[in-house]
C-alpha cells in the first residue's frame, strides 16, 4: 500500500482524530516508555508525549514516517514493519489505532507485540472489526466483476471478537476489554467523499484496472451506495471497530 501523507492529512483527518478518545484508555504516565505501533503521520504519537510519557513511533510506510518528522521532529520515529520489527527498549505499553488491520500477518505481529512489551505492560489497540466497510468492498468488488475483474479482499484483516481476542490469549496475552461497535464515520468532502475514500484508503482494488473502467467503477460505486451511506448531505463509510485492552501475562 502506497500511501499519499498529504491527502491521508489533508482528506481523512478523521483517522487520527478519532483516536484521541483511544488515548483516555491508554492513560499514558509520566515515565512510562510507550510504542506507538502504525502511527502514520504522528499526531497521536504527539498527543502521547503531551501527556508526559516518552514515546516511540513505528510505521512501515516511507512516506508517514517523512510526514511525521516533518511534522514533529522532537519525537523519535523509525521505519519498521510490524510484523518483524526490533527495537532496543521494552515498552510499558503499546497503543495503536487504526493500524492493525492492514497487518494481514497478525500472529507475527501478536508475537512482536509480545516481546516488546514488559511482563504485565498492556497493548491498547483500536482496528477495523468484521464487517467493517463491507457495504463499499462488496460493492467495488461487484462493479468490477461486471467489468471482467476478479478481486478477492487480501490487504486487511477485520476480526471478529472471538477470533482477535482468542489469538491474543494464544500468545500469551490477558483481555481486559474487548469491544466491537458501529461506527459510521463522516467523510471530509460533500460531493467526493466517497471516492476520496477508496482512493486513499482501497487503491488496492484498481491494479491492473484501466483508468476507463477505474472511473465508471467509481461512479456506479458512489450512485449504487447514495441511497445507504449519503445523509444529510455528506458521506458516511460502514466502519466496525474493534477495541482491544489487554495485558502481557507475567512470564
Keep these: ?34 510504542l506507538d505501533l502504525g502511527c502514520g503521520s504522528g499526531e497521536l504519537t504527539q498527543q502521547i508525549a503531551d501527556r508526559g510519557a516518552t514515546v516511540v513511533g513505528l510505521d512501515s510506510s516511507e512516506t508517514m514516517i517523512a510526514r511525521a518528522r516533518q511534522q514533529f521532529p522532537a519525537l523519535d520515529f523509525r ?5 518483524t520489527f526490533e527495537v532496543p527498549q521494552y515498552f510499558d505499553a503499546i497503543f495503536s489505532n487504526a493500524a492493525l488491520h492492514w497487518m ?12 516488546h512489551l514488559k511482563p504485565g505492560g498492556r497493548l491498547v489497540a483500536e482496528f477495523g472489526g468484521k464487517g467493517n466497510v463491507q457495504q463499499i468492498t462488496d460493492e467495488i468488488t461487484r462493479q468490477l466483476r461486471k467489468r471482467g475483474y476478479d478481486r478477492a479482499v487480501s490487504w486487511w484483516y477485520f ?4 477470533e482477535y481476542t482468542s489469538l491474543l490469549e494464544k500468545h500469551g496475552f490477558e483481555v481486559k476489554l474487548a469491544q466491537h461497535y458501529d461506527r459510521d464515520t463522516l467523510l471530509n468532502d460533500p460531493q467526493t467523499g466517497l471516492t476520496d475514500w477508496i482512493e486513499q484508503f482501497g487503491a488496492n482494488f484498481f491494479s491492473g484496472v484501466t483508468a476507463e473502467d477505474r472511473a465508471a467503477v467509481l461512479e456506479d460505486t458512489n450512485t449504487a451506495l447514495k441511497p445507504a451511506l449519503f445523509r444529510d448531505g455528506r458521506w458516511y463509510a460502514d466502519y466496525k471497530r474493534l477495541r482491544i485492552v489487554a495485558n502481557r501475562q507475567p512470564q
Design 1 to 34: 500500500m502506497h500511501w499519499n501523507s498529504d491527502l491521508y492529512t489533508e482528506k481523512h483527518a478523521f483517522v487520527f482524530q478519532y483516536g484521541t478518545g483511544l488515548l483516555d484508555l491508554l492513560a499514558p504516565q509520566s515515565g512510562e516508555l510507550i
Design 159 to 162: 476480526p471478529s471478537i472471538g
Design 104 to 115: 494481514t500477518d497478525y500472529e507475527a505481529v501478536i508475537r512482536r507485540m509480545k516481546h
Design 79 to 83: 521505519l519498521a514493519d510490524a510484523t
